[in-house]
Structure formats: structure tokens, C-alpha cells
């Protein structure tokens, strides 16, 4: 601190700092959107929502929950209570969100703001004790094909000579049939000529409420060209990388499923 200044001078070294000026108000996340977004037309699109979009990891959470809720933005802002602008920016550019903001988007999509942020996955859902009076019981074959339909990653269930496994393995369905490809020296490929289960689910812990369709019958390679090349069409593949020349088709014989929610 200068202590060698006359009362009442100036020091020259703060005359040349600038005048401060007062700070420029930030837009309220909740509420409006930053001047660069551009507004939202609010219309549910399929997925991805916006092509080219590269938000980051909250901004492809928020999209895909959107999306899986079938919600548009006008929808899911007005249950945030934020603007259609301001959420298109959350989901397109990486955006960081103040507490509040995360708290309303994360009960608006009936989940939590550690899911939201990707904390937690490394380990298995469905910690914590369940509803006092949840309701359990089995779904109807259609919304077990329905749920089926959408494709995604599941676990094959066989028996190998070590005994039962269960493999998970992206997968898509062709004429209600469970589709999925592997490599030749695979233990998925011991699948082949056999009877075997296919079981994917869903549990959310925001909610306690889950679900689980399982799929069985037999798995035969496919080979016929026509059909070979309605597989290679489907928008489908190993996240793992690499080429699966094996494509095996579990026939769907008997599909079942269960589900557990929370009454409201």
C-alpha cells in the first residue's frame, strides 16, 4: 500500500488503470436465452434434434431425454420454466448451467441432476430402497414389442461350455425378429443353432419405475443375400468398433415382460 502521497493526491498508477464500469447483466439461465441463440421452433424432430449440434455431454443427455420422453422444446421449457431459446442453446452449444437451471431441467425430465451431469455410471442402477406402494405386474406382448422395436444394446443369454453367460450386444429387430452381429470366434457366435434368451431393460431412479422384455427362440446365421443386405441397411453396429461379418437372428418365439412404477 503507497503511503508516500500527499493528502488528497492522486497516485499516477491508479490514473491510468480504466474507469470501472458496471457489470453487464448476464442472462438468467431459467429464464432467457443468450443473445447468440437463435430461437427455437419448438417442434419435436427425430434424433439427433439437430444435426451438427455438439453441445457436450449435458447438452446430448438433455436431447436424448428429451427425445425419449416425446417432448418438444416448447414442452419441456415451459415445464422448466425456461425460454425455447435458451433451452435450443442447452442442447447445442456447451453450456453450463447454474444450479437452478439444472435442478428445474433435471425435475422436468423426471431425473436428477448427477444423471444429468453423467455422474454415477460407473456402477449398476437401481441403488437406494424402492416406493413404499410400487406396482408390479407383466406388460401386454404388444408394449413388450414395441419396447423391443426400438433397438439399442441388450444382453444375449446362452449356454457355453463354462455354463450360462450373458453377453450385452447392440442389437436391432427385423420383422419382430432380434438382430445382432458378431465375429466368427465370438462367444456370441456360439449362439448359433441354439435355443436363446434376449433380455434388454430400463430403470429409472429418479422415478423407482423400470422395466424388462425378454425375448426368446432360436438363433440361426443369416445368410441369404436379400436379407443380408436389409440388415447391412439398418442403422445399426457394435459400439466396440470393427468388422462383424457374423450376423446371427434370434426368431422371437415368445417375448414377456414385467414392469414396476409408482403410482401418483
Avoid at 444394446?153 to 425378429?177: I, S
Avoid at 438363433?219 to 462383424?244: K, N
Amino acid at each position: 500500500m503507497r503511503t508516500d502521497l500527499a493528502p488528497g493526491s492522486a497516485d499516477p498508477a491508479a490514473a491510468q488503470l480504466p474507469t470501472a464500469e458496471p457489470p453487464r447483466a448476464q442472462p438468467r439461465p431459467a429464464e432467457s436465452p443468450p443473445a447468440e441463440s437463435p430461437p427455437a421452433a419448438g417442434a419435436a424432430g427425430a434424433w439427433p434434434p439437430e444435426p451438427g449440434g455438439d453441445g457436450g455431454d449435458l447438452s446430448r443427455r438433455v436431447a436424448f431425454r428429451r427425445h425419449g420422453l416425446g417432448l418438444s422444446r416448447a414442452e419441456l421449457a415451459a415445464r422448466a420454466h425456461m425460454s425455447p431459446g435458451y433451452l435450443q442453446y442447452v442442447e447445442e452449444q456447451p453450456a453450463r448451467l447454474t444450479p437452478r437451471a439444472l435442478i428445474q431441467l433435471a425435475s422436468a425430465l423426471g431425473t436428477t441432476v448427477a444423471e444429468l451431469l453423467g455422474e454415477g455410471h460407473d456402477r449398476a442402477p437401481g441403488h437406494g430402497r424402492g416406493a413404499d406402494h410400487p406396482i408390479f405386474g407383466p406388460m401386454d406382448h404388444d408394449e413388450c414389442v414395441r419396447l423391443l422395436a426400438r433397438g439399442g444394446v441388450g444382453r444375449l443369454v446362452l449356454v457355453t461350455e463354462r455354463g450360462p453367460v450373458a453377453l450385452p450386444v447392440n442389437f436391432a429387430v427385423l420383422d419382430g425378429d432380434v438382430i445382432f452381429c458378431t465375429t466368427h470366434r465370438s462367444t456370441l457366435a456360439s449362439a448359433e443353432g441354439t435355443q436363446a434368451g434376449f433380455e434388454i431393460d430400463h430403470v429409472d431412479e429418479a422415478l423407482l419405475e423400470g422395466w424388462s422384455v425378454l425375448a426368446t427362440g432360436p438363433v440361426r446365421r443369416i445368410s441369404d443375400l436379400d436379407e443380408l443386405a436389409r440388415v447391412q441397411a439398418m442403422p445399426f453396429g457394435p459400439w466396440t468398433g470393427g468388422r462383424r461379418d457374423l450376423c446371427l437372428r434370434l426368431a422371437a418365439s415368445e417375448i414377456t415382460g414385467r414392469r414396476i412404477r409408482v403410482p401418483r
